[in-house]
């Protein structure tokens, strides 16, 4: 267990549709990191949050959006969804800046019919 | 900006025998690397990690890596596998020295285990 969780472990939903992938980082971790797994496009990173703060974006798309709460949990809102943004999204959390030692979470995996 | 190349695509040994996964990188400074395994269905696990000193490093179930600066590699070794290690292997670099923490990962290796 790395101490970071997830969820829905699973969501199914439909075209056009939004989904909230929600995320809790290890205790004590300021950062959060956002990545995509697909099997064309392999391991993304989409999006970094330190302590509240955005701080570098990947190959997010605008239809997709993060935020930090003040808690430290994270969420990922996908929005107007397509049948191509179904992927496994893993959440990961590090104590921060300097320190990228990265622990995972189990993943949500989304399918979007 | 930094890549990872992982050339090998899926690799099959047997339960046992030895192992060696191939990472090569591109990087403008010191990387700092990364080794992690996904499970089918699983998240990723940190194996093992190199930021800097000795260039070979010991990770869990058994795993070490060597930095080759020389060779821009990082090849991930383990002695002896188990049907257990079957599973998805990861090299990652992360982006530190140029202003940005996120991880570039490699395409991955598919390891197979033969009994």
């Known amino acids: 267990d790395s101490g970071v969780t997830q969820t829905p472990k699973h969501l199914i939903t439909a075209t056009g549709q939004r989904v909230t992938l929600r995320c809790s980082p290890r205790?004590?971790?300021?950062?959060v990191y956002w990545y995509q797994q697909s099997l064309d496009q392999g391991l993304q990173f989409l999006i970094h949050?330190?302590?509240?703060?955005?701080?570098a974006k990947g190959n997010i798309l605008e239809r997709f959006s993060a935020q930090q709460f003040p808690d430290l949990h994270s969420e990922l809102n996908l929005s107007s969804l397509e049948l191509g943004d179904s992927a496994l999204y893993f959440c990961?959390?590090?104590?921060?800046?300097?320190?990228?030692?990265?622990?995972f979470g189990q993943g949500t995996r989304l399918t979007v019919v | 900006a930094q890549s990872v190349t992982q050339p090998d695509i899926h690799i099959t040994v047997s339960e046992g025998a030895s192992l060696e996964l191939r990472c090569n990188y591109s990087?403008?400074?010191?990387?700092?690397l990364f080794w992690y395994v996904q499970s089918p269905g699983q998240g990723l696990q940190l194996l093992l990690k190199?930021?800097?000193?000795?260039?070979l490093v010991q990770g869990i179930k058994g795993f070490e890596a060597e930095f080759k600066r020389s060779q821009s590699s990082f090849n991930l070794r383990k002695p002896s596998v188990h049907w257990s290690d079957a599973a998805e292997y990861f090299c990652?670099?992360?982006?530190?020295?140029?202003?940005?923490?996120?991880?570039?990962f490699g395409t991955g290796t598919r390891l197979t285990i033969i009994p």
């Open positions: 205790s004590g971790d300021l950062s």
């Open positions: 949050y330190y302590n509240g703060e955005e701080r």
């Open positions: 990087y403008g400074a010191t990387p700092y």
């Open positions: 990961a959390s590090s104590k921060g800046v300097g320190n990228t030692e990265a622990f």
């Open positions: 990652a670099v992360d982006g530190r020295n140029f202003g940005n923490e996120k991880l570039t």
């Open positions: 190199y930021f800097s000193g000795d260039t």
